[in-house]
């Protein structure tokens, strides 16, 4: 019996690698190579003969690892093969990368000497005087009404933690492509060499007036929490945090329609948040808003509650408006009897035995991201519904469904502010994507490339925001 090879993690395309190839002149080395991958666990997804010769064949094989150690073994695997060279291995995530993933493109001609008098001087010190005088025009004569400014300082970016403004520059620009791609926002990645709040408070003050809306971005908690309140107070302009507001939306969505599954209410149901942070706390905060009126939020303290006075300022202020009950103790005593699980907390603290002990037809929201905190097929389990960050699993809870129409909704309204009731219309209108027809327990969230999903976010909140006016 020929050795049992070792287990090989799932294949994920954010691990692509290219080798290129250099065979001796046989076809059949293709079938070879593309099995020797396959073996060793890889998915091979293109196979290009570059060059073909009498004495050589060029090859470029790009397949998909589950990690970056998984993607040398595939290298290692195809290098033992005999009459096989490895002459170059390329990460397609780190090409894609050079050079960044986003670029500034003029909207008008410049290629006569009539252009530039138009959009340059002397053209343009008209429409600056004018605005000097009429600053109320400013949003729509400049790129203004349709630009946001994404503002991080890389103190708490996902999956990654502190790594500074420059390590969160890739992250910045990725989401300023998501808000062209589906909102058709002109975005900016603005990352901040400080981590202190007053510092962070007044670069966005000074750099607010280019800009129609501010999106906070991975800063930690719970510095995060005064920076925006302190911005939403002194600027003109909407402040978002999207990994609040926007994790908090789409929650609330997958919830409504899990719940239409299960036939639960949301005034109903007990529900327990794994993680205090900036995420859970919005998440408690919306969910509360929505109806809901018994929530345990878990943390490295246990379950809090309001009675714990040595709980940290911004714990205490969240345990004082949950746990009714007052539910003490660890993970799995607040789960005793739940109907929901919310994570946003780390990787592998939900054991799937656990859910048997909540309450019939439970729902789990395993959001922590790389690693949830169970894997999906085990909470499939025990569970009636369960959702996650990953794409590899059906039910991707993903702020890509959220923040992209929030905003073209609040700069087509020319808002000042993002209010809870915002919040909560933008959350219906994604769960409303979702008709009866197409509602199951694999399918409580629409897709991210549902074009139907902005377009109704940004109605739901522009509509809303313009009956105001």
Same mark, same amino acid.
């Given at each position: 019996?020929?050795?049992?090879?070792?287990?090989?993690?799932?294949?994920?395309?954010?691990?692509?690698?290219?080798?290129?190839?250099?065979?001796?002149?046989?076809?059949?080395?293709?079938?070879?190579?593309?099995?020797?991958?396959?073996?060793?666990?890889?998915?091979?997804?293109?196979?290009?003969?570059? *060059?073909?010769?009498?004495?050589?064949?060029?090859?470029?094989?790009?397949?998909?690892?589950?990690?970056?150690?998984?993607?040398?073994?595939?290298?290692?695997?195809?290098?033992?093969?005999?009459?096989?060279?490895?002459?170059?291995?390329?990460?397609?995530?780190?090409?894609?990368?050079?050079?960044?993933?986003?670029?500034?493109?003029?909207?008008?001609?410049?290629?006569?000497?009539?252009?530039?008098?138009?959009?340059?001087?002397?053209?343009?010190?008209?429409?600056?005087?004018?605005?000097?005088?009429?600053?109320?025009?400013?949003?729509?004569?400049?790129?203004?009404?349709?630009?946001?400014?994404?503002?991080? *300082?890389?103190?708490?970016?996902?999956?990654?933690?502190?790594?500074?403004?420059?390590?969160?520059?890739?992250?910045?620009?990725?989401?300023?492509?998501?808000?062209?791609?589906?909102?058709?926002?002109?975005?900016?990645?603005?990352?901040?060499?400080?981590?202190?709040?007053?510092?962070?408070?007044?670069?966005?003050?000074?750099?607010?007036?280019?800009?129609?809306?501010?999106?906070?971005?991975?800063?930690?908690?719970?510095?995060?929490?005064?920076?925006?309140?302190?911005?939403?107070?002194?600027?003109?302009?909407?402040?978002?945090?999207?990994?609040?507001?926007?994790?908090?939306?789409?929650?609330?969505?997958?919830?409504?329609?899990?719940?239409?599954?299960?036939?639960?209410?949301?005034?109903?149901?007990?529900?327990?948040?794994?993680?205090?942070?900036?995420?859970?706390?919005?998440?408690?905060?919306?969910?509360?808003?929505?109806?809901?009126?018994?929530?345990?939020?878990?943390?490295?303290?246990?379950?809090?509650?309001?009675?714990?006075?040595?709980?940290?300022?911004?714990?205490?202020?969240?345990?004082?408006?949950?746990?009714?009950?007052?539910?003490?103790?660890?993970?799995?005593?607040?789960?005793?009897?739940?109907?929901?699980?919310?994570?946003?907390?780390?990787?592998?603290?939900?054991?799937?035995?656990?859910?048997?002990?909540?309450?019939?037809?439970?729902?789990?929201?395993?959001?922590?991201?790389?690693?949830?905190?169970?894997?999906?097929?085990?909470?499939?389990?025990?569970?009636?519904?369960?959702?996650?960050?990953?794409?590899?699993?059906?039910?991707?809870?993903?702020?890509?469904?959220?923040?992209?129409?929030?905003?073209?909704?609040?700069?087509?309204?020319?808002?000042?502010?993002?209010?809870?009731?915002?919040?909560?219309?933008?959350?219906?209108?994604?769960?409303?994507?979702?008709?009866?027809?197409?509602?199951?327990?694999?399918?409580?969230?629409?897709?991210?490339?549902?074009?139907?999903?902005?377009?109704?976010?940004?109605?739901?909140?522009?509509?809303?925001?313009?009956?105001?006016?």
């Amino acid at each position: 019996m020929p050795p049992i090879s070792p287990p090989t993690p799932a294949t994920a395309s954010s691990y692509s690698i290219t080798m290129r190839l250099h065979t001796a002149p046989d076809h059949g080395i293709v079938g070879t190579v593309a099995t020797t991958i396959s073996t060793a666990g890889g998915i091979v997804t293109a196979i290009d003969v570059a *060059d073909s010769r009498h004495d050589r064949l060029v090859l470029d094989v790009t397949c998909s690892a589950g990690n970056a150690d998984h993607s040398e073994q595939l290298v290692d695997a195809v290098r033992a093969l005999e009459g096989v060279t490895v002459h170059k291995v390329s990460d397609r995530t780190f090409l894609l990368h050079i050079g960044g993933k986003i670029e500034v493109t003029s909207k008008v001609p410049l290629k006569t000497r009539d252009d530039l008098s138009l959009a340059y001087t002397p053209g343009v010190g008209r429409v600056s005087r004018a605005l000097a005088e009429n600053p109320e025009d400013v949003s729509r004569l400049t790129i203004k009404g349709n630009s946001v400014a994404v503002v991080t *300082d890389g103190s708490a970016v996902l999956g990654l933690g502190n790594i500074g403004p420059g390590a969160a520059l890739p992250v910045m620009e990725g989401k300023a492509a998501l808000f062209k791609r589906f909102a058709n926002i002109d975005a900016w990645p603005i990352c901040l060499a400080t981590q202190d709040t007053d510092e962070i408070v007044k670069a966005v003050e000074m750099i607010a007036p280019g800009f129609g809306g501010i999106n906070l971005e991975d800063i930690a908690a719970p510095r995060c929490f005064e920076i925006e309140a302190r911005l939403r107070e002194s600027l003109d302009i909407p402040v978002f945090h999207d990994d609040q507001h926007g994790t908090a939306i789409v929650v609330l969505a997958a919830l409504t329609n899990a719940l239409r599954c299960v036939g639960k209410q949301m005034e109903t149901v007990k529900v327990v948040v794994a993680g205090a942070g900036a995420a859970g706390t919005a998440i408690v905060t919306l969910l509360l808003a929505a109806g809901v009126t018994d929530v345990v939020v878990w943390d490295r303290e246990g379950c809090l509650s309001g009675d714990d006075t040595s709980l940290p300022p911004a714990k205490l202020e969240l345990a004082g408006r949950t746990n009714p009950r007052k539910v003490t103790g660890t993970l799995q005593d607040g789960l005793r009897g739940a109907d929901v699980f919310i994570g946003v907390s780390g990787p592998g603290l939900l054991q799937a035995e656990w859910i048997k002990d909540m309450a019939d037809d439970s729902i789990v929201f395993a959001l922590a991201n790389p690693d949830p905190e169970i894997d999906p097929a085990e909470a499939n389990k025990y569970a009636a519904i369960v959702a996650s960050g990953r794409s590899d699993y059906p039910n991707q809870i993903n702020n890509v469904l959220a923040f992209p129409g929030v905003f073209r909704g609040l700069l087509d309204a020319r808002a000042s502010e993002v209010t809870v009731e915002a919040l909560l219309r933008a959350a219906e209108a994604i769960a409303l994507v979702v008709t009866d027809e197409e509602l199951n327990p694999s399918f409580i969230i629409p897709s991210v490339f549902d074009a139907a999903v902005p377009k109704a976010v940004a109605a739901a909140i522009a509509g809303e925001e313009h009956a105001k006016s």
